[in-house]
């Protein structure tokens, strides 16, 4: 079974701009999450989507959103950009999303915001 | 909500024991614990699910005191490999017993010299 794949694998953005981060989950998988990791704030939860629907949301900014399509790939996009933001961004799936599951996690997204 | 890690780093010689705590404020459904190593995804080791539960890796092991809402990972015979950034991720209780969101800890950064 081919893993957790995300794309792309780096990106640098200035102050101001939009950027969409994508991700494909094993197959079968329904459940994506989305997280932010920061040297000091560790991995940060963003949201997960179930079946195209948004289940549960961290406590993030209205800046940062996603979506799930019916394939099960989801997205997140993040408008105008901080510097803040900058981080590596990881997206996790498992099978149903339930908290006795195992977390798949891809290889990550890193973002610089200049 | 998110759970509290010690200690924050550590530093250990081939073949010493290491243990890591992780502790939480809210009732726990289920404790994972991660390894990632610098630049990678992280990977999953275990998830226990049922209070006073332990689960073996190899040597590395774990154990869930669902009434101190606490869990702890073993490694033993430390090995080189075994350096890393360590997770630990608790799944909260939800009312009705649906979807618990996995929240992580900010890790343990664990590193084994020669």
């Known amino acids: 079974k081919a893993g957790v794949t995300q794309t792309p694998r780096y990106l640098i953005k200035t102050r101001g701009q939009q950027v969409t981060l994508s991700c494909s989950p094993i197959?079968?998988?329904?459940?994506v999450s989305w997280y932010q990791q920061t040297p000091g704030q560790g991995l940060q939860f963003l949201f997960e989507?179930?079946?195209?629907?948004?289940?549960n949301k961290g406590n993030f900014p209205g800046r940062f959103s996603g979506r799930q399509f019916s394939n099960s790939r989801s997205e997140m996009n993040v408008s105008t950009l901080e510097l803040g933001d900058s981080a590596l961004y990881l997206c996790?799936?498992?099978?149903?999303?339930?908290?006795?599951?195992?977390?798949?996690f891809g290889p990550g997204t890193r973002l610089l915001v200049l | 909500q998110q759970p509290v890690q010690s200690p924050q780093a550590v530093i250990l010689r081939e073949g010493e024991d290491a243990v890591i705590n992780c502790s939480s404020s809210?009732?726990?459904?289920?404790v994972h614990w991660y390894r990632q190593k610098h630049g990678e995804a992280p990977v999953f080791l275990m998830i226990?699910?049922?209070?006073?539960e332990q689960k073996g890796h190899e040597k590395i092991s774990a154990s869930f005191n669902e009434k101190k809402q606490q869990s702890s990972l073993y490694l033993t015979a430390s090995q080189l490999s075994y350096s890393g950034t360590y997770f630990c991720?608790?799944?909260?209780?939800?009312?009705?017993?649906?979807?618990?969101?996995?929240?992580f800890g900010i890790g343990t950064k664990l590193q084994v010299i020669p």
């Open positions: 996790a799936s498992s099978s149903t999303g339930t908290g006795g599951e195992t977390q798949y």
């Open positions: 197959s079968g998988h329904r459940s």
């Open positions: 989507y179930f079946s195209e629907t948004q289940r």
């Open positions: 809210k009732a726990l459904y289920s």
């Open positions: 226990l699910l049922k209070g006073g």
């Open positions: 991720g608790t799944g909260l209780k939800g009312i009705s017993g649906g979807y618990q969101k996995v929240t």
